[in-house]
């Protein structure tokens, strides 16, 4: 099983910064698969930045993604942020096992940022 602790949400004025981390604990063999992903209220669940994709453009200037492979953690620096970054942001990895793959999402944390 792998256990996922979020933590780094906050509120911030408009032009502050935050670092998000993920770290991953548990009985796994190897991490595949490392993300972020948030979601505004009212809208569907985007992808920040991930272990196999880019940067999001809406963010790419601004967020920078890091990992930790030796801690398996998982970071979001997040500077110069906007109000319509306000959302839970969520961690999601996939661990193998023994037993196969496991598809897991952190609680959230909640990142509001006041204009």
């Known amino acids: 099983q792998v256990q996922l602790v979020e933590s780094g949400g906050g509120l911030v004025q408009a032009g502050g910064s935050l670092r998000l981390s993920c770290a991953a604990s548990?009985?796994?063999?190897?991490?595949?698969?490392m993300g972020w992903y948030r979601q505004a209220p009212g809208k569907e669940r985007e992808a920040v930045a991930t272990?196999?994709?880019d940067v999001a453009d809406s963010v790419k200037d601004r967020f920078t993604f890091s990992r930790d492979i030796p801690k398996n953690t998982l970071y979001l620096q997040m500077n110069d942020l906007k109000p319509e970054d306000t959302a839970v942001y969520l961690c999601?990895?996939?661990?193998?096992?023994?037993?196969?793959?496991?598809?897991?999402w952190g609680q959230g944390t909640q990142v509001t940022v006041s204009s």
């Open positions: 548990g009985n796994f063999l190897k991490i595949a698969f």
């Open positions: 272990t196999t994709t």
């Open positions: 999601n990895v996939v661990a193998m096992g023994r037993d196969g793959l496991s598809n897991v």
